[in-house]
């Protein structure tokens, strides 16, 4: 390292990946290109201030250990079944389609059969650390796409272990210049794992149960740290890669009491170490090989992406049935190579299966597709949109029955619903108006009846016989859609009665300009019922407890009327509210004083 000493070094990491990650963040690149971005800038090639990249890389790839042994907690038996289908069926359509293909174009390149089967199945892999963030930035988790690309990272978590550990044995037959591994090196493997698997169900949870008797953080913290290390450390005697012995160990205590105190104890040592090994892999990066070679960095990391691509299009469509743009944004999240690549070519790099030069140029083009890939998904997402647009028809508006309703429902929400269980209880008629044809369908499959349509406009309510009705419930939870549709009603449909459902006090202020009839707070109720339960679990009185729920209910209704008369004036109101917190504090003194005096007369009879 920077002959400054240690803490020189720590300091500009930190400051790099303070300053880094953030910026990166906020371009919606994601953490991990942030990291290898500080990297490339401190390392050798660009600042100088890190010299030795590969003594960083040595030290901080203790990081992935952690990683694998995270993933192998979230990996339990039972969650693996549930995913089955799309786990092993998709999954691994996905990885040996695209591990054949990159394996046959980089065959081409002159490579051996076992460098590129390698290479093929490492970048093969995609990023989970990129494409989890880039779906949960869209909210596109719970999607089709997101929940194919989520299983599809699931087992490329999965196939990285067995990848991992077939690289040194292939070193170790290419050096021997035989055309498959030693059998006593197999055996030994074999040996070993089954003693971890072996030992640590025996073992691990009476640990644990040891540790956690003795209510000392810190020993738990220790506790975990030495099963990682020491399962790693197992594994490596045994010639294969530390990371398995550590995925062994977390996929053991998946099932346990401990896993997520474990989880806990673990992240922050692995945030701190993967984030250092991301920056070590990008002072590793030869700035060289693209200024040298710029149109095969070009070209290797545009075919990457259209490979993946295509595999993952087809694998979308075809195995897991997914339609309209879904496959092509599948595509788009999971195109890009992974930050298991880096460890794969480092490891291939360690066991003779690649020169350094292949290797620098490998892991310049993974690093170029996960910076392209953001960039990809935006075009994607654009070209969807637009796609979509032109093609999806607009839902029609239902036609509404001619009936006589006493009650129209605007929103079948949650608070639409249940209005409507109790009318429907008790026979009286009403029609239901909702605006998301998603909540129409779903309503529509546990029996309810109501129809689709905007209730904010005039011949919707016409057709639904607003002029008729006698109460129109507004309970739409968009507060402008809310205000718009009740602004309306007040104004074409006077002798409406309108309750209307509030999201908050400005909301309720806009409500009461228009002179509805009732209002109800969203989580006003809800709120008093908790503090009612708090205080009885406190031990205080049921009478007093009623008494002091009455006393602020009463109190907030007031000030709601007091700040209606200045809620466009923030200075006023802020004073207001101000004023309003000592009136309570005095009201539930003289409660209480009062209270006491009852209680000293009541002890003098």
Not at 247 to 260: K, N, P, Q, T, W
């Amino acid at each position: 390292m920077h002959g400054d000493g240690f803490l020189a070094d720590a300091l500009i990491f930190l400051i790099a990946a303070v300053i880094a990650v953030p910026l990166f963040r906020r371009l919606g690149l994601g953490a991990v290109l942030g990291y290898l971005a500080a990297g490339v800038v401190i390392g050798p090639h660009v600042l100088g201030f890190i010299d030795d990249a590969g003594s960083v890389l040595a030290a901080s790839e203790f990081g992935v250990v952690m990683l694998l042994f995270i993933i192998g907690l979230e990996l339990s038996p039972a969650r693996l079944w549930v995913m089955r289908r799309q786990v092993f069926g998709v999954g691994s359509l996905q990885v040996l389609i695209s591990a054949a293909l990159i394996g046959g174009v980089i065959a081409l390149w002159g490579l051996g059969w076992k460098a590129s089967l390698v290479v093929g199945m490492g970048l093969a892999l995609s990023s989970t650390a990129v494409g989890l963030q880039l779906l949960a930035e869209r909210k596109a988790l719970n999607s089709d796409y997101g929940r194919t690309g989520f299983a599809i990272l699931l087992f490329q978590d999965a196939f990285a272990i067995p990848l991992l550990a077939l690289i040194p044995l292939l070193g170790v037959a290419k050096a021997a210049e035989q055309s498959a591994p030693d059998l006593s090196m197999v055996l030994k493997a074999v040996a070993v794992i089954l003693a971890i698997i072996i030992g640590g169900r025996f073992l691990l949870r009476p640990l644990f149960k040891v540790v956690a008797r003795a209510k000392a953080v810190e020993v738990f913290t220790a506790s975990a740290l030495m099963v990682v290390a020491g399962s790693a450390f197992l594994v490596q005697q045994a010639g294969l890669s530390m990371a398995l012995g550590a995925f062994l160990a977390g996929v053991l205590l998946a099932e346990s009491e401990f896993r997520h105190e474990l989880e806990s104890h673990i992240e922050p040592f692995k945030g701190l170490l993967l984030g250092l090994f991301f920056m070590a892999v990008g002072m590793s990066i030869d700035l060289g090989v693209i200024a040298a070679k710029p149109l095969l960095v070009a070209a290797g990391t545009a075919g990457l992406l259209a490979i993946k691509l295509i595999v993952l299009w087809a694998v979308g469509r075809t195995a897991a049935g997914l339609r309209g743009g879904a496959p092509l944004q599948l595509a788009a999240v999971l195109a890009m190579g992974g930050e298991f690549a880096f460890v794969v070519f480092s490891e291939a790099g360690r066991a003779g299966l690649l020169l350094p030069a292949d290797s620098s140029l490998l892991v310049v083009i993974v690093g170029m597709s996960m910076a392209a890939t953001p960039l990809l998904l935006l075009v994607v997402d654009r070209w969807c949109r637009h796609h979509q647009a032109e093609h999806a028809a607009k839902p029609k508006y239902d036609a509404i029955e001619d009936h006589d309703p006493q009650v129209i429902i605007a929103g079948f929400g949650r608070m639409g619903q249940i209005v409507g269980r109790l009318l429907h209880a008790q026979h009286i008629p009403f029609t239901a108006l909702e605006n998301s044809s998603e909540q129409v369908e779903l309503s529509r499959r546990f029996g309810s009846t109501l129809y689709f349509g905007d209730p904010s406009r005039p011949e919707l309510l016409r057709a639904a016989r607003a002029d008729r009705a006698s109460v129109l419930v507004l309970t739409t939870d968009d507060p402008d859609a809310n205000i718009r549709t009740a602004r309306m009603i007040k104004r074409q449909y006077p002798h409406l009665k309108v309750f209307a459902r509030a999201r908050n006090r400005q909301h309720v202020f806009r409500l009461m300009d228009l002179n509805v009839d009732g209002i109800t707070r969203e989580t006003f109720p809800a709120a008093l019922e908790m503090t009612r339960s708090v205080l009885l679990a406190l031990g205080q009185e049921p009478a007093v407890v009623e008494a002091r729920i009455r006393t602020f209910r009463n109190h907030d209704e007031n000030l709601l009327l007091e700040q209606h008369l200045v809620y466009d004036d923030e200075a006023a109101l802020v004073q207001s509210s101000h004023e309003a917190f000592i009136d309570l504090e005095r009201l539930f003194e003289a409660d209480a004083a009062s209270e006491a005096e009852v209680d000293k007369r009541a002890t003098k009879d």
